[in-house]
């Protein structure tokens, strides 16, 4: 069983920052085999890639949207993945989810279709 769990969550600003991260476990679980992915998801809308980090973290890939306010990162000795974000606006409010993309791809996965495992999700509102 593989559980990851997002933290770091909030009410911020308009032009603040958050930092949230997703531990991951799991008895079998090796972190370091998954390319690991955010996405959000805004009331009344469909879930949307923010971004995603291979398993060395050699490659990285963003949403356009976010793409010069965010930043992945990840730990393999922590099992744990983040994400930085920075002048936060308001339209950036939804839940996060972070999840774990088994299969080896020659680009990053986008779709939330991809993923093989999901967290519950961490709530960020971000006040204008």
């Known amino acids: 069983q593989v559980q990851l769990v997002e933290s770091g969550g909030g009410l911020v600003q308009a032009g603040g920052s958050l930092r949230l991260s997703c531990a991951a476990s799991g008895r079998t679980f090796t972190f370091s085999s998954y390319d690991m992915g955010w996405f959000r998801q805004a009331p009344g809308k469909e879930r949307e890639f923010v971004a995603a980090i291979s398993r060395t973290a050699g490659r990285t890939s963003y949403a356009g949207s976010v793409k010069a306010r965010v930043t992945i990162s990840r730990d393999n000795a922590k099992n744990t993945v983040y994400l930085q974000m920075n002048s936060l606006k308001a339209e950036d409010t939804a839940v996060y989810y972070c999840?774990?993309?088994?299969?080896?791809?020659?680009?990053?996965?986008?779709?939330?279709?991809?993923?093989?495992?999901w967290g519950q999700g961490t709530q960020v509102t971000v006040s204008s």
């Open positions: 999840a774990a993309d088994a299969t080896r791809r020659l680009t990053l996965a986008t779709l939330k279709e991809q993923y093989d495992y």
